[in-house]
């Protein structure tokens, strides 16, 4: 069972910087990539960045593209967010893409999320 632990939310000010981790736990048997996504009150869970298991490619979305950076360490991902905005502030939640077992399909597990606030 793969567990996520999120931490480094808080509140910042608009302009200023924040790091999350997100690391997982237990076993698998095999990872596809990692990821971030967001809720902002009475919206939608939207996606912000994502990361392959090897490291290869990422992706983000474009309203943080040039602003945040994803990248891995065996398994703890994490997100830089620098020139943070208000339309920033969200719940962020991690999540990877597993294959529990051979025979099962990919499956998406979350994490419980973090706090950012961004105060303008």
């Known amino acids: 069972q793969v567990q996520l632990v999120e931490s480094g939310g808080g509140l910042v000010q608009a302009g200023g910087s924040l790091t999350l981790s997100c690391a997982a736990s237990?076993?698998?048997?095999?990872?596809?990539?990692m990821g971030w996504f967001r809720q902002a009150p009475g919206k939608e869970r939207e996606f912000v960045a994502a990361i392959t298991w090897s490291g290869d490619n990422t992706y983000y979305a474009d309203s943080v593209k040039g602003r945040f950076t994803i990248s891995r360490d065996k398994e703890t991902v994490y997100l830089q967010m620098n020139s943070l905005r208000s339309e920033d502030t969200a719940v962020y939640y991690c999540?990877?893409?597993?294959?529990?077992?051979?025979?099962?399909?990919?499956?998406?597990?979350w994490g419980q999320g973090t706090q950012v606030t961004v105060s303008s």
């Open positions: 999540a990877i893409d597993i294959k529990p077992s051979i025979e099962s399909p990919i499956t998406r597990v």
């Open positions: 237990g076993r698998t048997f095999s990872s596809y990539a």
